[in-house]
Every structure is written in structure tokens, then in C-alpha cells.
């Protein structure tokens, strides 16, 4: 570690310097065999520690300054080229994600997962398959649809597409604002209004 000592006798400064030691106290026994004493009596001195971290901060930032004030570096491409790196960073680990689910899609018999080449892969045999059936088609697999709970749905508002085809299908004013719990003249507003009847 590196210690910065400043020591003073009296008005003036006997000691003042950097030192490598492993603690405060060798750093101390540094600065007295320096100043050839036996005793630290009548001396006044502080010890601070200097992280080496951030005494490479300091030479980095120094050393960028001088970099850009000579014109061997752009700024602005610096900052770009970081700002990619991040992105391609963060990307890399949704794409791996997205592989990995869609690997496991694929495993299970929901959708066929794809090499990079883009031809299919596989499947993994499924005991639970009927024998000769085709896959299940994306509204057989769709899983019903839960009923948003009554908080949330005061936040976010009525579901008016859903609304729209349970009215749709019903053809029941009464029915649909008791099913969405809302209220049937303003249901009858909205299909006056959107034209649902016709």
C-alpha cells in the first residue's frame, strides 16, 4: 500500500513524501529511520493511506486528458465505440437467453427450435403426443386468459378489446358488464358510440 506522510517539527516541515509499506506503523518506522530518530516526541505528523485504484484513475484520466488535448483521440468516437460495446454486451446475454428458451420450447414439443443456419433441429420424442396427430395449432396451445384482478384493472382500466368480443359473441349487455364489472350504461355508451351493433 502507499501512505502519503507529512510530518512538521516546530514551523517547518522535516518529512514529506510517499511511502510503500504494508501498514501505518511500518510506514511510520519508515519515516523515522528517514529522519534518523529514536522518538516521534515533539513531532507532528499525519499518515494517509493513497488506494491504488484510485491513483490509476487519476494517471488514467490524466493520461486521457493529454490524449485529447493532442488530438490523438476522438472523444466523441470514444465514447461511441463504449457505448457499443455495452449494447453488444447486453444483447449477447438476451440472445443466449432467448436460445436457451427456445431450445427448451423445442424440447418440449411447443414450437422446433432452429440452428444458425436456420433448418430445423430434431425434436425430442414426447410420450404424451398422440401417435400420427399434428402439433397442437397456437390457439389450441394459447392458455386461457385469467381475469385481471379488480386493483390492477382500476389502474390499467376495462380490457375494451375483450369486452368487444365477449359482446361480440353474446350479443348480452347485460351479461358482458356484469362478466368485465363495468358499468352497463357506459358499456352502452362505448357500443353507441364504436358502432358494435353493426
Not at 43 to 61: D, G, M, N, Q
Request: hydrophobic fraction near 40%.
Amino acid at each position: 500500500m502507499t501512505f502519503k506522510i507529512v510530518a512538521s517539527q516546530g514551523d517547518r516541515i522535516v518529512f514529506d513524501q510517499r511511502v510503500e509499506a504494508a501498514s501505518p506503523r511500518e510506514a511510520r518506522e519508515v519515516m523515522k529511520c528517514g529522519l534518523r530518530l529514536e522518538s516521534l516526541t515533539g513531532l507532528v505528523y499525519a499518515i494517509t493511506e493513497i488506494p491504488a485504484a484510485l491513483i490509476e484513475e487519476i494517471v488514467s484520466a490524466k493520461m486521457a486528458r493529454v490524449a485529447v488535448g493532442s488530438g490523438r483521440i476522438d472523444p466523441a468516437k470514444l465514447m461511441r465505440e463504449a457505448a457499443e460495446a455495452a449494447v453488444k454486451q447486453e444483447l449477447a446475454a438476451i440472445k443466449n437467453r432467448l436460445t436457451a428458451l427456445e431450445g427448451r420450447k423445442g424440447n418440449a414439443g411447443e414450437a422446433a427450435s432452429v440452428d444458425e443456419e436456420g433448418s430445423k433441429l430434431p425434436q425430442r420424442f414426447d410420450p404424451t403426443a398422440k401417435l400420427g396427430a399434428s402439433p397442437p395449432s397456437k390457439a389450441e396451445r394459447r392458455e386461457p386468459t385469467k381475469p385481471i384482478p379488480a386493483k390492477l384493472r382500476a389502474i390499467l382500466g376495462p380490457d375494451w378489446k375483450a369486452i368487444r368480443r365477449h359482446y361480440a359473441k353474446t350479443k348480452s349487455i347485460k351479461q358482458t358488464a356484469a362478466n368485465f364489472d363495468v358499468p352497463i350504461n357506459t358499456l352502452k355508451a362505448r357500443i353507441r358510440r364504436e358502432g358494435w351493433s353493426k
